[in-house]
């Protein structure tokens, strides 16, 4: 049987800064990425936009990764999805799926395609 993994990774940049809190022990992050991509329809293509919400755990020891989690960076998160259910105050009951990241770092931005393909060369053979 395969063995599904509980995985994402995605890229995107940092909404806003990060909202932290430290606790006694550690720490937590929580900050949003702005992801995207291209959406074709017929001649016209759109680029569809959305912000999705990550949040990310450090000793406080460690809490200095979370330097680079300011509005604008690109960053790509990778991590796994953590479920959670919870009842209100008048005890009706919800659920939702925290991105937890467990590693962060600047993504390498993409470099441009060339409008057209360099031309191959011959080599001679001596």
């Not at 995107?12 to 606790?23: L, N």
């Not at 259910?85 to 008048?90: E, H, I, L």
Request: hydrophobic share 35%.
């Amino acid at each position: 049987m395969k063995k599904i993994e509980n995985t994402f990774a995605v890229t995107g940049f940092v909404g806003k800064d990060a909202e932290i809190r430290s606790f006694t022990n550690a720490s937590v992050a929580r900050f949003s990425l702005a992801v995207g991509r291209q959406e074709k329809s017929g001649d016209q293509t759109n680029r569809v936009s959305a912000f999705m919400n990550f949040e990310a755990w450090r000793k406080n020891e460690n809490t200095g990764s979370f330097d680079c989690l300011t509005k604008g960076t690109l960053l790509t998160a990778e991590g796994y999805f953590k479920p959670e259910k919870w009842a209100d105050k008048d005890g009706v009951e919800h659920s939702s799926i925290t991105m937890v990241a467990v590693k962060f770092y600047p993504a390498a931005e993409k470099e441009e395609a060339p409008a057209e393909p360099a031309k191959k060369t011959k080599r001679s053979r001596k």
